[in-house]
Structure formats: C-alpha cells, structure tokens
C-alpha cells in the first residue's frame, strides 16, 4: 500500500540552529513528493516538491528538502531555524503519476524556541 | 477566484442530522481533494477526483459520507446522519493537470462540530 511517514510527532530546535523534519514514503514506481506547512489559524501552504532532477531542492521561506531514494526518505532541512518557523508539517507524495492522488503524513509539529 | 473556497467556513449541527459542504477549486484545476483533520492529527484522505474519471473513493470513512462534483467544478462532500466522531476540519484542495506534477492549493477548511 502507498504510505508517508513521519516519525516524529514534534522537533523542537533552538533559534539559529539547523532544523531537520523526517519523511520516509513508500509507493510503487517513482514518487513525485512535497512539503507543506500549516501555520496556527492559517490554511496549509506549499513549501517545495521534488519530481525529477537534483535531489536536493529548494523551496519558499529558505527551506529545503533531500530526495534519497536508496533509503526512501525526503527530509525537510533548514540550515537556521527561526521562532517563526513553528508551524504544523506535512510531507506528501502524489502516486500513480502525474494525475494521481495524493496522500500524507500524519504531520510533525515544530518548535523552536529563541 | 483566486483561491480554492469552501463554505461554510463554521457549521455546527445536530446528532443525526445530514450536511453538505461545498468546494469551489480554482478555475482551470482538474483535480480535486477533500481531505479531514480532526484536532491536533494529520490529514486523513476522504475522496479524488480527477477530470472525467471515476473517482477514488477509498478513503471515506463510511457509507455516511459521499461527495459529488459537476464537471471541473464545485464539489460538495455529503455527511448524512452526523455522529460526534464527524466533527474536524474538512480540507478541499485542488491541482492542475496537465502534463506537469502541480502542488495543491487547499482551501481554508469547513470546521464541523457535531453536538
């Protein structure tokens, strides 16, 4: 069966440090992935997806994400957290190619503290 | 416009009776996603839509739940003969397709509270 998972229900990370949130998915055939946010009160955003190319990608609000497809995983990164970064996220993956559905995490909350 | 609209953004309703909840995508979006968040969990897939093709319905929850959409358009997910464990968020977002993998623009959620 398709899955997206998180491992941790929250990171909490000091101000300035890097931040790292874990995704490991498992689907049949080549996986198209995503990031999202959900700030308190506020509807979910995207951050970033990878479909093709460069493993390492690039995305809104200086974050980024890493493909590795040995090991299944797409973690989101950020190399300096900020207090205003504590937010609800969610990883995704769209199956079935480009027209196919898209399930997600369970979600990791983000803590970061100044 | 601009953004995917749900409506009612708030409703609460009795034990037992039915609601519908309307999704308008943004225009041009073939697809379509409802999507439910009860508090402080993760987001639990209901139903798909895709352009002309039969809808993946694997994800809702019961026979009590079912959801149309006309053409490309609005959908509306239909809750019939509420209980307490229907009450969340209710997310519909929508993607292009069109070749191109697309992100999803979510809506901003129908709380439903169910007393």
């Known amino acids: 069966a398709q899955s997206v998972a998180q491992p941790e229900d929250q990171v909490n990370v000091a101000e300035g440090n890097p931040l790292t949130v874990k995704c490991t998915y498992s689907?049949?055939?080549?996986?198209?992935l995503f990031w999202y946010v959900q700030y308190p009160n506020r509807g979910l955003q995207f951050l970033l997806k990878?479909?093709?190319?460069?493993?390492l990608v690039k995305g809104s609000y200086g974050f980024e994400a890493e493909f590795n497809k040995s090991q299944t995983s797409f973690h989101l990164k950020k190399p300096s957290a900020l207090v205003s970064d504590s937010a609800l996220y969610f990883c995704a993956v769209k199956y079935g190619g480009s027209q196919g559905n898209l399930i997600f995490g369970k979600g990791t909350k983000l803590s970061v503290k100044p | 416009g601009a953004g995917v609209s749900q409506s009612p953004s708030n409703k609460v309703t009795e034990k037992g009776k039915d609601v519908e909840l309307r999704c308008d995508p943004i225009?041009?979006?073939?697809?379509l996603y409802w999507y439910r968040q009860r508090l402080g969990q993760g987001l639990e897939f209901l139903i798909y839509f895709q352009g002309n093709s039969a809808p993946d319905k694997s994800g809702l929850p019961s026979d009590r739940f079912s959801a149309e959409r006309t053409g490309e358009s609005v959908s509306t997910l239909t809750i019939q003969r509420t209980q307490q464990e229907d009450s969340a968020v209710y997310l519909c977002?929508?993607?292009?397709?069109?070749?191109?993998?697309?992100?999803?623009?979510f809506g901003q959620g129908t709380r439903l509270t169910v007393v």
């Open positions: 990878y479909i093709t190319g460069d493993n």
């Open positions: 225009s041009g979006h073939t697809a």
């Open positions: 977002a929508s993607s292009l397709v069109a070749g191109a993998v697309a992100e999803a623009f």
């Open positions: 689907v049949s055939g080549n996986p198209y």
